[in-house]
C-alpha cells in the first residue's frame, strides 16, 4: 500500500513565524503537490512537484514555497504565517511514469491541520 | 476555464437507502474524472476513475457512477448506504491542457440510523 505521512496532524503558530510542513512517500512516486482544504472551496492546489528539484506552482502559490531534494519527501514552507494561511493541508502523491499528472490517481496523507493566531 | 460543481454542499440519507451525489464539468475535451471520499481525520482515497469506454464505472465499497457527457455529469451512486459511509465526497476533473487535477467543493453525506 502507498502511504504518504505528513509530520503533524496538528499545528499552532504565531503570525510572522517560518513554518515547515513535511510530507513523505514510500512508494518512489515521481509527483508530490500540496493541497489546502477549506471549507466550501474544496481542495486548492498550491505547489506540484514532478522529479527532484523540480516545483511547479499551482492555483494559490501566493505566501507559500517548496522544496523537494530527496524523491520521497516534499516540504511546504510558509515563510512568514498570517492567519489567512489557517487551513487544512494536504500532501500527496502520484506514480507519475507517463509524465501525465491529469490521470494518475492520486494518494493523499492524513493532512495538517495549521491554525495561525 | 476548466470547473467542477457539486451541487449539494450537504446530503443526509437513512443507512439502508440509495445515494446520489452530484457532479458537473465545465471542460472542452473529455475529461479525466475522479470521485474521492474523505473518512473523518483522514486524507482523501480513490474511490473510482473514468477516462474512457464503458460510461459506468465501478469503484470501492460498492460505489459506481456513470458519466454522462450530454449533461457534463459525473454522479456518484450506491443503492444502499451504510454508516461507515458517511464522509466528505470529492469530485475531480483531471486536465490534460494543465496537468493538474481540479476539485469540487464537496458534498457531506450524514447517514441516519
Known amino acids: 500500500d502507498v502511504k504518504v505521512t505528513q509530520s503533524s496532524r496538528y499545528l499552532v503558530k504565531r503570525t510572522g513565524e517560518k513554518v515547515f510542513l513535511e510530507c513523505v512517500q514510500d512508494?518512489?512516486?515521481?509527483?508530490m503537490f500540496w493541497y489546502r482544504q477549506d471549507p466550501g472551496l474544496g481542495l486548492r492546489l498550491i505547489y506540484f512537484s514532478y522529479d527532484v528539484k523540480m516545483k511547479e506552482k499551482g492555483d494559490i502559490p501566493e505566501g507559500y514555497s517548496v522544496s523537494r531534494e530527496k524523491k520521497e519527501r516534499f516540504s511546504l514552507i510558509l515563510e512568514s504565517a498570517s492567519t489567512n494561511q489557517t487551513s487544512m493541508y494536504l500532501c500527496?502523491?502520484?506514480?507519475?511514469?507517463?509524465?501525465?499528472?491529469?490521470?494518475?490517481?492520486?494518494?493523499f496523507g492524513p493532512g495538517t491541520r495549521l491554525t495561525v493566531l | 476555464a476548466q470547473s467542477v460543481t457539486q451541487p449539494d454542499i450537504h446530503i443526509t440519507v437513512s443507512e439502508g437507502a440509495s445515494l446520489e451525489l452530484r457532479c458537473n464539468y465545465s471542460?472542452?475535451?473529455?475529461?479525466?474524472l475522479f470521485w474521492y471520499v474523505q473518512s473523518p481525520g483522514q486524507g482523501l482515497q480513490l474511490l473510482l476513475k473514468?477516462?474512457?469506454?464503458?460510461?459506468l464505472v465501478q469503484g470501492i465499497k460498492g460505489f459506481e457512477a456513470e458519466f454522462k457527457r450530454s449533461q457534463s455529469s459525473f454522479n456518484l451512486r450506491k443503492p444502499s448506504v451504510h454508516w461507515s459511509d458517511a464522509a466528505e465526497y470529492f469530485c475531480a476533473v483531471g486536465s490534460s491542457n494543465t496537468g493538474k487535477l481540479i476539485f469540487g467543493q464537496g458534498t457531506t453525506l450524514q447517514v441516519k440510523p
Open positions: 471542460y472542452g475535451a473529455t475529461p479525466y
Open positions: 512508494m518512489d512516486h515521481e509527483n
Open positions: 473514468y477516462f474512457s469506454g464503458d460510461t
Open positions: 500527496a502523491s502520484s506514480l507519475g511514469l507517463a509524465g501525465v499528472i491529469s490521470t494518475d490517481t492520486q494518494y
